[in-house]
């Protein structure tokens, strides 16, 4: 059974920042895909990044130079460090995970085979 478990969101100024992780069974993150996507109220399911087994990663423009996706091995935890946060980040944002261990570019929200129960991003 997959499990995403997302924590770290809150509510915090424009320019601040939040570190959001995500706790994933050790099967799940050593094989898989993982990424960020979010929800915005009122609006559609929007990709943030995504990052392979390997560590690379990719980003959607608007938050290039602003967040960083990384990987703890050790803890099998995927973090989303999201720096010079903006009113338009405002969103539940989702741990995501597809069932592949080469992800090769940034995946839409759709492609994502399994995700957690979102956390909320407040920017003010």
């Known amino acids: 059974h997959v499990q995403l478990v997302e924590s770290g969101g809150g509510s915090v100024q424009a320019g601040g920042s939040l570190r959001l992780s995500c706790a994933a069974s050790e099967d799940t993150y050593v094989r898989n895909c993982m990424g960020w996507f979010r929800q915005a109220p009122g609006k559609g399911r929007e990709e943030v990044a995504t990052?392979?087994?390997?560590?690379?990663?990719w980003y959607i423009d608007s938050v290039k130079d602003r967040f960083a996706i990384s990987r703890d091995s050790a803890k099998n935890v995927l973090y989303l460090l999201m720096n010079s946060l903006k009113p338009e980040d405002t969103a539940i944002y989702y741990c995501a995970a597809k069932r592949t261990n080469w992800c090769g570019r940034l995946l839409r929200p759709d492609e994502y085979d399994y995700w957690g129960q979102g956390t909320q991003v407040t920017v003010s």
């Open positions: 990052i392979g087994t390997e560590g690379t990663p």
